[in-house]
């Protein structure tokens, strides 16, 4: 049963266009919903995170949205650049086993932007 | 500030033998896990440790075992190895399994099992 569902599995965007990747949600219990990003040959790292409490939350070029009724979230990336080529992954944590079963993850977008 | 170092980067295994992934924090963080990534199959949470000398079971953790004996380190055990076993392994650590604390992850282990 996966837990997270994620979308598009690929995404191709012009240099200076708007990226959005979705995930959608299944347990009510989950209350931690990060972004990882993570580059060919190494590890994810975590590029933002929210909370159920507040519907977004932006850093930089960055920006989660939070749809609680939904059951959804998105990453934006603003004025998208190479550079950010990458693979996102959705995830979300705070399930039956209250945190300490780690993270569930989404299955990833692989994220291209074109110059 | 090292964060977390695994080892090795890379290895291929004959199908039956037995190896150690190991991984180890300097954090001091009390939370450590291990993932596999497959491609189209996301990360999936093998074992995970809440603390020294608790160690629990994730999503798929049949054919590994783990051990935590101190805070910094959390070494992932291939019993016997499988074709099936072939992926990319990912340890990650976390001031605390609660919250909102984010997760750290290594640059992972390549592992080839032929």
């Known amino acids: 049963q996966q837990q997270v569902k994620q979308s598009p599995q690929s995404l191709i965007v012009q240099k200076g266009g708007i990226s959005i990747i979705n995930c959608a949600y299944e347990?009510?219990?989950?209350?931690?919903f990060p972004w990882y990003q993570q580059f060919p040959g190494k590890g994810p790292a975590l590029l933002i995170a929210?909370?159920?409490?507040?519907s977004e939350k932006k850093e930089g070029r960055f920006t989660i949205s939070f749809n609680k009724s939904a059951k959804q979230f998105s990453l934006h990336i603003m004025d998208s650049q190479p550079g950010d080529s990458a693979t996102y992954f959705c995830?979300?944590?705070?399930?039956?086993?209250?945190?300490?079963?780690?993270?569930?993850f989404g299955k990833g977008t692989h994220l291209i932007i074109q110059p | 500030n090292a964060g977390v170092t695994q080892t090795p980067k890379f290895q291929v295994l004959k199908t039956g033998q037995s190896m150690t992934l190991q991984c180890a924090q300097d954090?001091?963080?009390?939370?450590m896990s291990w993932y596999r990534q497959d491609p189209g199959m996301g990360l999936r949470l093998i074992h995970y440790?809440?603390?020294?000398?608790?160690?629990d079971q994730g999503e798929v953790p049949n054919g590994y075992n783990v051990s935590r004996s101190t805070t910094e380190d959390f070494p992932l055990r291939l019993l016997s190895a499988a074709p099936s076993q072939t992926s990319v392994y990912f340890c990650?650590?976390?001031?605390?399994?609660?919250?909102?604390?984010?997760?750290?992850f290594g640059s992972g282990t390549r592992l080839t099992v032929v």
């Open positions: 990650a650590s976390s001031y605390s399994w609660t919250g909102t604390s984010g997760y750290t």
């Open positions: 347990n009510t219990a989950f209350d931690y």
């Open positions: 929210i909370r159920p409490d507040v």
């Open positions: 995830a979300a944590k705070g399930g039956s086993g209250g945190g300490a079963d780690g993270l569930t």
């Open positions: 954090m001091n963080h009390e939370y």
């Open positions: 440790s809440v603390g020294a000398g608790i160690t």
